[in-house]
């Protein structure tokens, strides 16, 4: 299993850009498919990005594809999503998710959160006008 813990929301203007980090912990990082989603009060929890398990590839959402990146660094059991250009449209609590994997690929499943196993508490992100 692992266990993981977001850091890094706050709140920002639009046009702004902040960056969130996944701090992972209990087993091997390499071994797991990381997520990001987002989820507002009486909306369904929204995909926005994945990410390999070694980093090499990586699946955007269409309304933040060219704004956010996600990455990670298993060196230090990490996962970030930078978010450039902050709307109010994504204010939300954002999520970090991880599902154990034996292999690099990244299927369109994975824009699915039932597909992970593992989540961390979230992080608000509140972006004002």
């Known amino acids: 299993q692992v266990q993981l813990v977001e850091s890094g929301g706050g709140l920002v203007q639009a046009g702004d850009s902040l960056r969130l980090s996944c701090a992972a912990s209990?087993?091997?990082?390499?071994?797991?498919?990381t997520g990001w989603f987002r989820q507002t009060p009486g909306k369904e929890r929204e995909f926005v990005a994945a990410i390999n398990t070694n980093g090499g590839t990586t699946d955007y959402a269409d309304s933040v594809k060219g704004r956010f990146t996600g990455s990670r660094d298993n060196a230090k059991n990490t996962v970030y999503l930078q978010m450039n250009s902050l709307k109010p449209e994504d204010t939300a609590v954002y999520y970090c998710?991880?599902?154990?994997?034996?292999?690099?690929?990244?299927?369109?499943?994975?824009?699915?959160?039932?597909?992970?196993?593992?989540w961390g508490q979230g992080t608000q992100v509140t972006v004002s006008s």
């Open positions: 209990g087993r091997t990082f390499s071994d797991y498919v």
């Open positions: 998710a991880a599902k154990f994997s034996r292999s690099a690929y990244l299927g369109s499943y994975y824009r699915t959160a039932t597909e992970y196993d593992y």
